[in-house]
């Protein structure tokens, strides 16, 4: 199995900035993908930022220009800096990552439990 652990997340006032971090355990032998979601209460989770093992990045429109996303996938991390922050950039962040592992031929997707990020306005 894969596990993903999230850090970062906290209170922040509107126009700060918080750096999410992702770090990815288990008997990996390939990750093609890592990136960010969120989901706000009452609303979808939606892809905020994600990064392919190519280098590719993609965004949600919301946030481009004003979040990042890193990694490095040899080490098994990914990272989202966030500045700017507004308070609709409130929400529980997970991670997720398509990863296969040893002793399986194939790629599944894992998500993270999750961190708080709150914008106060």
């Known amino acids: 199995q894969v596990q993903l652990v999230e850090s970062g997340g906290g209170l922040v006032q509107a126009g700060g900035s918080l750096r999410l971090s992702c770090s990815a355990s288990g008997s990996i032998s390939r990750i093609d993908f890592m990136g960010w979601y969120r989901q706000a209460p009452g609303k979808q989770r939606e892809l905020v930022a994600g990064?392919?093992?190519?280098?590719?990045?993609n965004y949600a429109d919301s946030v481009k220009g004003r979040f990042t996303i890193s990694g490095d996938f040899a080490k098994k991390t990914v990272y989202l800096q966030m500045n700017s922050l507004e308070p609709e950039d409130t929400a529980v962040y997970y991670c997720n990552a398509d990863a296969r592992v040893i002793y399986r031929p194939y790629s599944r997707n894992y998500w993270g439990q999750g961190t708080q990020v709150t914008v106060s306005s």
């Open positions: 990064l392919g093992s190519g280098g590719t990045t």
